[in-house]
């Protein structure tokens, strides 16, 4: 087979796996789980052919014209540079690995069989996205992943949680979708064509006639996909959702999809030096106040949420100071341990019956109960925390690395304060990060109490694909000095100073947090786990507590109670409060958008009804009145007939002598 066929294999698989899942998941469920799991497995093991074929060379390009427009045409193309081969497997790995722990972790969901179908599906659109060479296809692709994520963040739709979690996320998306939209057609207009190398050779040759509108187009759809602010509140409210979904939509799909997009178009973002300002002030904004919500969340899986969010800001500063080699880079070492990350969540929550860190550091012995979860988990933060030799520390030190070089003397790529504002956001967002992983390794598994009640033992496919992504959180950053042949032939390897100094705040941050945790457990001792786990009155959360023994997901009240052994209230202090409301971005939303559109519905309504309603009554009832009355007057009498005939002659005729007398 050629390298094309192979390349339009690997998205088809999927597909394929999800129609069928779809049309036999009632009259053949044993079908269900290998339909869940080969498909994906099989379009991973052709995307690694792909990627060797392609061996970071020259692109694959083949395309064929869909329809004739008269204008610009759509084609069915695919583009398959190195970085995108790369993107492919992460994507499949990623994939794979979240249906074989959801085979153990649904296994009595009624539900798993659209639940496999959909994930399948959610893997084909992106896998779209990555291979495709014509912006049409791939806005197919990203609106199929909208559509996608809105059914599995919403499938415990039972709770209101979900439902309102669900709609969240699909309204902010297609919010940022219009612009986007605008701008592909804006772009293709220019360039005379959808695809995306001619695109890029138009831009090359200065075709671009508003480059700065575009690009800032194109950043609206950016950042609701991929939770940039500030369209990044729906990510958090998404955990509603099951954890794999988590896993899937964070590490290698859904947000993944708009740094990818601004890496296969960067050369059109660079042509616009005030729009890549912009997208630096989004990256520094986003990174730096993620990582603060993270801080405070008391939920294990919104802290993991911010974290994704803190995440992308730093891919999207490095595209932000011209590098799309660390951007990409960082995108892969961070799917490895995000995804790693909330797949151990599922677990520890398993494990401890509920997603509070609260209520896990009032609980003992619970890394003794799930050692696979805790050592596991301990590799992806450090992974998360760059601490060397893990993947997010070569990743991380990247990023930062390229902002210096442009913070230190301004590049044809971007200008010296994109590379200022990406640097130092970094660095603070470093140390932040360092605290967050610290404080939710700290909470999490060196709880001070009782032995949490035992829920039974995971299936062993959960704890297997732990393992089997440990390796690249620990490894990938090993072959480092060997990806910039997969890019455009940079170099990755972060210099001595950067490095230095970004491992330097990372260990300041644990070292401090450590710190605050140690002086804060005598006081958690004085507190018992019923104080938290309970359900007293006040600001509670609907909390998920997913028994994965049952398969049967058990939502319980867990009160947001002061916890005294949280060292993240003794580091932010007065600020605790408005970091774990996400700063209140919600209400203001709520207050300048939600609010006003529900008045406005209100007044339709009663206009509505107090207005057209009335009129539309008041026009049936004139007619049903006139007709009363002269239903009144056909009394069937002929002497009553005679005699007003009789009457309205006379009146006729005295009328008439009236007439001509005044004449």
């Given at each position: 087979?050629?390298?094309?066929?192979?390349?339009?294999?690997?998205?088809?698989?999927?597909?394929?796996?999800?129609?069928?899942?779809?049309?036999?998941g009632?009259?053949?469920?044993?079908?269900?789980?290998?339909?869940?799991?080969?498909?994906?497995?099989?379009?991973?093991?052709?995307?690694?052919?792909?990627?060797?074929?392609?061996?970071?060379?020259?692109?694959?390009?083949a395309?064929?014209?869909?329809?004739?427009?008269?204008?610009?045409?759509?084609?069915?193309?695919?583009?398959?540079?190195?970085?995108?081969?790369?993107?492919?497997?992460?994507?499949?790995?990623?994939?794979?690995?979240?249906?074989?722990?959801?085979?153990?972790?649904?296994?009595?969901?009624p539900?798993?069989?659209?639940?496999?179908?959909?994930?399948?599906?959610?893997?084909?659109?992106m896998?779209?996205?990555?291979?495709?060479?014509?912006?049409?296809?791939?806005?197919?692709?990203?609106?199929?992943?909208?559509?996608?994520?809105?059914?599995?963040?919403?499938?415990?739709?039972?709770?209101?949680?979900?439902?309102?979690?669900?709609?969240?996320?699909?309204?902010?998306?297609?919010?940022?979708?219009?612009?986007?939209?605008?701008?592909?057609?804006?772009?293709?207009?220019?360039a005379?064509?959808?695809?995306?190398?001619?695109?890029?050779?138009?831009v090359?040759?200065?075709?671009?006639?508003?480059?700065?509108?575009?690009?800032?187009?194109?950043?609206?759809?950016?950042?609701?996909?991929?939770?940039?602010?500030?369209l990044?509140?729906?990510?958090?409210?998404?955990?509603?959702?099951p954890?794999?979904v988590?896993?899937?939509?964070?590490?290698?799909t859904?947000?993944?999809?708009?740094?990818?997009?601004?890496?296969?178009?960067?050369?059109?973002?660079?042509?616009?030096?005030?729009?890549?300002?912009?997208?630096?002030?989004?990256?520094?904004?986003?990174?730096?106040?993620?990582?603060?919500?993270?801080?405070?969340?008391?939920d294990?899986?919104?802290?993991?949420?911010?974290?994704?969010?803190?995440?992308?800001?730093?891919?999207?500063?490095?595209?932000?100071v011209?590098?799309?080699?660390?951007?990409?880079?960082h995108?892969?070492?961070?799917?490895?341990?995000?995804?790693?990350?909330?797949?151990?969540?599922?677990?520890?929550?398993?494990?401890?019956?509920?997603?509070?860190?609260?209520?896990?550091?009032?609980?003992?012995?619970?890394?003794?109960?799930?050692?696979?979860?805790?050592?596991?988990?301990?590799?992806?933060?450090?992974?998360?925390t760059?601490i060397?030799?893990?993947?997010?520390?070569?990743?991380?030190?990247?990023?930062?690395?390229?902002?210096?070089?442009?913070?230190?003397?301004?590049?044809?790529?971007?200008?010296?304060?994109?590379?200022?504002?990406?640097?130092?956001?970094?660095?603070?967002?470093?140390?932040?990060?360092?605290?967050?992983?610290?404080?939710?390794?700290?909470?999490?598994?060196?709880?001070?109490g009782?032995?949490?009640?035992?829920?039974?033992k995971?299936?062993?496919?959960?704890?297997?694909?732990?393992?089997?992504?440990?390796?690249?959180?620990?490894?990938?950053?090993?072959?480092?000095?060997?990806?910039?042949?997969?890019?455009?032939?940079?170099?990755?390897?972060?210099?001595?100073?950067?490095?230095?100094?970004?491992?330097?705040?990372?260990?300041?941050?644990?070292?401090?947090?450590?710190?605050?945790?140690?002086?804060?457990?005598?006081?958690?001792?004085?507190?018992?786990?019923?104080?938290?786990?309970?359900?007293?009155?006040?600001?509670?959360?609907?909390?998920?507590?997913?028994?994965?023994?049952?398969?049967?997901?058990?939502?319980?009240?867990?009160?947001?109670?002061?916890?005294?052994?949280?060292?993240?209230?003794?580091?932010?202090?007065?600020?605790?409060?408005?970091?774990?409301?996400?700063?209140h971005?919600?209400?203001?939303?709520?207050?300048?958008?939600?609010?006003?559109?529900?008045?406005?519905?209100?007044?339709?309504?009663?206009?509505?009804?107090?207005?057209?309603?009335?009129?539309?009554?008041?026009?049936?009832?004139?007619?049903?009145?006139?007709?009363?009355?002269?239903?009144?007057?056909?009394?069937?009498?002929?002497?009553?007939?005679?005699?007003?005939l009789?009457?309205?002659?006379?009146?006729?005729?005295?009328?008439?002598?009236?007439?001509?007398?005044?004449?």
């Amino acid at each position: 087979m050629t390298t094309t066929t192979l390349a339009v294999l690997v998205p088809l698989l999927p597909f394929l796996g999800a129609a069928a899942g779809l049309l036999l998941g009632r009259t053949a469920p044993g079908f269900v789980r290998p339909l869940a799991v080969l498909p994906p497995l099989a379009a991973l093991v052709v995307a690694v052919f792909v990627a060797v074929r392609q061996g970071g060379g020259q692109a694959v390009d083949a395309a064929t014209e869909l329809t004739p427009t008269g204008s610009v045409p759509v084609e069915l193309a695919l583009h398959i540079d190195g970085f995108a081969a790369l993107v492919a497997v992460l994507v499949g790995v990623v994939s794979v690995c979240v249906q074989i722990y959801s085979t153990g972790y649904l296994r009595d969901d009624p539900r798993y069989a659209s639940y496999a179908a959909l994930v399948s599906l959610f893997t084909s659109a992106m896998l779209l996205v990555v291979y495709s060479g014509d912006l049409i296809v791939l806005l197919v692709g990203w609106e199929v992943m909208g559509i996608c994520s809105y059914f599995l963040v919403g499938h415990y739709w039972e709770t209101p949680q979900a439902r309102a979690a669900s709609l969240k996320a699909f309204l902010v998306t297609k919010l940022g979708d219009v612009p986007f939209l605008i701008g592909l057609f804006a772009l293709a207009t220019d360039a005379g064509s959808f695809r995306i190398t001619a695109i890029l050779d138009t831009v090359a040759g200065g075709g671009l006639h508003h480059p700065t509108l575009v690009a800032l187009l194109l950043l609206a759809g950016v950042a609701g996909k991929s939770a940039q602010f500030p369209l990044h509140t729906w990510l958090p409210d998404a955990m509603a959702g099951p954890t794999p979904v988590s896993a899937l939509i964070h590490a290698a799909t859904m947000v993944a999809a708009g740094v990818y997009f601004v890496a296969r178009l960067l050369p059109v973002f660079e042509a616009s030096a005030a729009a890549m300002t912009v997208l630096a002030v989004m990256a520094a904004v986003t990174m730096a106040g993620s990582a603060l919500a993270a801080l405070a969340q008391d939920d294990i899986k919104r802290v993991l949420a911010y974290s994704t969010i803190g995440q992308l800001g730093y891919m999207t500063g490095a595209l932000a100071v011209g590098d799309r080699e660390a951007a990409v880079f960082h995108l892969l070492t961070h799917g490895a341990f995000k995804a790693l990350l909330f797949l151990a969540a599922g677990v520890i929550i398993h494990a401890a019956g509920t997603n509070s860190l609260a209520a896990m550091s009032r609980m003992g012995k619970l890394r003794s109960r799930i050692p696979d979860a805790y050592w596991t988990t301990t590799v992806a933060l450090l992974a998360l925390t760059a601490i060397p030799p893990f993947s997010g520390f070569f990743s991380k030190e990247a990023v930062l690395g390229a902002a210096e070089e442009v913070a230190t003397g301004d590049t044809a790529h971007a200008p010296g304060a994109a590379g200022w504002i990406v640097l130092v956001a970094g660095l603070v967002t470093a140390l932040l990060t360092a605290a967050y992983a610290t404080r939710l390794w700290l909470l999490a598994f060196h709880g001070r109490g009782p032995e949490a009640p035992d829920h039974g033992k995971q299936p062993l496919v959960m704890n297997g694909v732990l393992w089997v992504l440990a390796v690249p959180s620990l490894a990938l950053g090993a072959a480092y000095r060997e990806l910039p042949g997969w890019f455009d032939g940079g170099s990755l390897t972060p210099g001595l100073e950067t490095s230095m100094i970004g491992t330097g705040v990372a260990l300041v941050g644990v070292i401090v947090t450590y710190g605050a945790w140690r002086s804060s457990t005598a006081l958690a001792a004085e507190s018992p786990l019923g104080a938290v786990a309970a359900h007293p009155e006040g600001d509670a959360g609907l909390v998920e507590a997913e028994a994965i023994a049952s398969h049967t997901p058990a939502y319980g009240d867990v009160a947001y109670a002061p916890d005294p052994a949280d060292p993240g209230r003794l580091l932010l202090g007065p600020l605790h409060r408005h970091a774990a409301a996400g700063f209140h971005l919600d209400a203001v939303y709520s207050a300048l958008f939600v609010r006003p559109v529900l008045g406005a519905a209100r007044i339709v309504r009663f206009l509505d009804r107090e207005v057209v309603d009335t009129y539309v009554r008041g026009a049936a009832a004139l007619p049903r009145l006139l007709g009363a009355a002269v239903r009144r007057a056909q009394t069937g009498n002929v002497q009553t007939y005679v005699s007003a005939l009789l009457a309205g002659t006379v009146v006729l005729v005295v009328a008439a002598v009236l007439v001509a007398t005044g004449a």
